[in-house]
């Protein structure tokens, strides 16, 4: 299967239901979709691009994880929830980085100086990432949030991070050194999945 086109009608794509389609280069959503299930086309190996239709409401973890050759997350202007900044995926306000897509080639990435909190795996497997700079507005760093990111030799951690989530940099194996601020009083281990919801 190399191409998935959804109907109107269909509102919700399941738990894992694409995961491993490494052939699976397009997807078309369309706009009576509100909910895109955990892990829902992860793995999926072929995919470059998908935009986020005007209706969609909830995008479970890890949804668009370890597709490798994805570099565009596109979203309609007209949804309430989320938003597409330079082809990165955050909440509609910008405070929470949800998903940096895998398969972009840039060695550097400067998150916007309005976010607050660094999603769960929102740079896992970015292989080409060497260096990464977050701003002081970030207090949270989520689970497995630069997991395997294995170019990143170096990063700072803002004064304001308080808390940072299980696994956030596993496997990052270039990384030699990595200096915590004072203030962090928790490291997080989530023990389940959670999705983005939107609250209109």
Known sequence: ?????FLNGVISIG??????????SSITLSNSV?????????????LSSITITEN???????????CKKLKKITVSSKNRCFESVKDVLFNKNGSKLIFYPTGKNETSYKVPDYVKSIGNQSFSFCYSLSSKTLPNSVTSIG??????????????????VTSIGN??????????????????????????????????
């Open 167 to 200: 696994f956030a940099f596993c496997w990052c194996s270039s990384l030699t050194s990595i200096t915590l601020p004072n203030n962090i009083i928790s490291i997080v281990i989530l023990l389940f999945s959670v999705a983005i919801y939107c609250h209109q």
């Open 15 to 24: 738990d894992s239901a694409f995961t491993s389609c490494n052939l699976l």
């Open 143 to 160: 689970l497995s949030a630069f997991f395997d990111c294995r170019s990143l030799a170096s990063i700072n951690i803002p004064n304001n």
């Open 34 to 46: 509100t909910s895109i299930g955990h892990y829902a086309f992860s793995y999926c190996s072929s």
């Open 56 to 66: 969609v409401a909830s995008i479970g973890e890890g949804a668009f994880i370890g």
């Open 1 to 5: 299967m190399t191409s998935i086109t």
